[in-house]
């Protein structure tokens, strides 16, 4: 079986500006798959691109082995998009909304509303299937585009932030949601900016940073990368120029080594297998320890550190103006209703 999606050195320009750069990414059928990025890191058009809202400047893309563009229909059946933004036909009731939906990926419409119903329990908003997208709260209308991606019962699931802007207890809802659907064999790429979501959720990140990817590996793997400080308190206060020697004496596994007041700080790569030889060696030197403490650094600092913006040189007026061809395309297509 061919991965759920390929992209091989993709790139999307807009002008002078390069929104993917070269960006090389393979998610196996069956992950659940984050895509984390700052804003305006390419995400969105990461997905759009694969979806067939904006055309590719280079490279390939697939979706199970089925080229973005030159399969479009087969790759595009293969998709349940929930996009970001709210792009919902607001002059039928929702439940006619979803049947229209599955009838363009050629659903029979007794099937169609069949699917409709089923969704629309699976996501909590039955009770509303008469009414209009535009009655519906915000909350709902998130269900809704989650409805909506999944009428068509898709091998792959696309989420471009779901939860942003949603309550604690719609967020947890969708979690589990996703996390069945997942159990169920969907494949599953998000985009989040909630470093917790994607810890929770996903198999695997990918960090993308200005189009280009930083960094793929597991939630686990990435904390693995940053450091941890082990905080101990001393029966007696540590002169600064006493830290600085500790620093040095401590080389060998400490990255830095801090002091205020009975407090001293030291960074390590690995605290628990520091802890043994750390005290020791303060024994050693004739310090007195009252209290210890080790602490992680996050898989959000890890993430601040791993994206921290360079300056960007492009000029955004040539950018606007080449837009024109996306535009249409999109207009194009959410007129068939695909997005
Ligand atoms: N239609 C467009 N025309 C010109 N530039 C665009 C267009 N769409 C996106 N861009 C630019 O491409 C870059 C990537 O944008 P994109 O929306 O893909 O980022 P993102 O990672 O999804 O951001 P966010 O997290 O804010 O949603 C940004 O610099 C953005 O301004």
């Given at each position: 079986?061919?991965?759920?999606?390929?992209?091989?050195?993709?790139?999307?320009?807009?002008?002078?500006l390069r929104?993917?750069q070269?960006?090389?990414?393979?998610?196996?059928?069956?992950?659940?798959?984050?895509?984390?990025g700052p804003?305006g890191a390419?995400?969105?058009?990461?997905?759009?691109?694969?979806?067939?809202?904006?055309?590719?400047?280079?490279?390939?893309?697939?979706?199970?082995?089925?080229?973005?563009?030159?399969?479009?229909?087969?790759?595009?059946?293969?998709?349940?998009?929930?996009?970001?933004?709210?792009?919902?036909?607001?002059?039928?009731?929702?439940?006619?909304?979803?049947?229209?939906?599955?009838?363009?990926?050629?659903?029979?419409?007794?099937?169609?509303?069949?699917?409709?119903?089923?969704?629309?329990?699976?996501?909590?908003?039955?009770?509303?299937?008469?009414?209009?997208?535009?009655?519906?709260?915000?909350?709902?209308?998130?269900?809704?585009?989650?409805?909506?991606?999944?009428?068509?019962?898709?091998?792959?699931?696309?989420?471009?932030?779901?939860?942003?802007?949603?309550?604690?207890?719609?967020?947890?809802?969708?979690?589990?949601?996703?996390?069945?659907?997942?159990?169920?064999?969907?494949?599953?790429?998000?985009?989040?900016?909630?470093?917790?979501?994607?810890?929770?959720?996903?198999?695997?990140?990918?960090?993308v940073n200005e189009g280009r990817?930083v960094?793929?590996?597991?939630?686990?793997?990435?904390?693995?990368?940053?450091?941890?400080?082990?905080?101990?308190?001393?029966?007696?206060?540590?002169?600064?120029?006493?830290?600085?020697?500790?620093?040095?004496?401590?080389?060998?596994?400490?990255?830095?080594?801090?002091?205020?007041?009975?407090?001293?700080?030291?960074?390590?790569?690995?605290?628990?297998?520091?802890?043994?030889?750390?005290?020791?060696?303060?024994?050693?030197?004739?310090?007195?320890?009252?209290?210890?403490?080790?602490?992680?650094?996050?898989?959000?600092?890890?993430?601040v550190d791993l994206t921290r913006s360079e300056d960007r040189t492009v000029?955004?007026?040539?950018?606007?103006?080449?837009?024109?061809?996306?535009?249409?395309?999109?207009?194009?297509?959410?007129?068939?209703?695909?997005?």
């Open positions: 079986m061919p991965p759920a999606i390929e992209t091989v050195d993709l790139v999307k320009e807009y002008g002078d929104a993917l070269e960006l090389t990414l393979t998610v196996e059928e069956g992950e659940f798959f984050g895509l984390l804003n390419g995400k969105t058009t990461f997905i759009n691109t694969l979806v067939g809202l904006v055309r590719k400047s280079g490279g390939e893309a697939r979706v199970f082995g089925y080229d973005v563009e030159s399969d479009y229909r087969e790759a595009r059946d293969a998709i349940g998009l929930a996009p970001q933004e709210f792009n919902v036909d607001r002059f039928f009731p929702i439940r006619e909304v979803l049947m229209h939906k599955a009838g363009y990926h050629g659903v029979p419409e007794d099937e169609a509303a069949e699917r409709a119903d089923e969704v629309l329990k699976r996501v909590g908003i039955y009770d509303k299937r008469n009414e209009r997208f535009d009655w519906l709260s915000g909350g709902m209308k998130r269900r809704l585009l989650l409805a909506r991606a999944l009428v068509t019962d898709p091998d792959l699931l696309i989420l471009d932030e779901p939860t942003a802007g949603v309550d604690v207890q719609l967020r947890h809802d969708l979690w589990e949601l996703v996390t069945e659907l997942n159990e169920e064999g969907t494949t599953i790429l998000l985009t989040t900016h909630y470093i917790e979501e994607a810890e929770r959720l996903c198999d695997r990140v990918a960090i990817k960094t793929v590996a597991t939630p686990d793997e990435l904390k693995q990368r940053g450091t941890d400080t082990i905080s101990l308190r001393l029966e007696s206060p540590v002169t600064s120029s006493l830290a600085a020697d500790l620093e040095s004496d401590l080389g060998a596994y400490a990255h830095a080594v801090t002091a205020a007041g009975n407090t001293l700080e030291v960074r390590v790569d690995d605290g628990g297998s520091t802890v043994p030889q750390l005290l020791s060696d303060l024994e050693t030197r004739g310090h007195e320890i009252v209290d210890l403490e080790i602490s992680r650094t996050s898989l959000e600092e890890i993430f000029t955004r007026s040539s950018a606007a103006s080449a837009d024109g061809d996306d535009a249409d395309r999109r207009q194009e297509r959410e007129q068939e209703g695909v997005a």
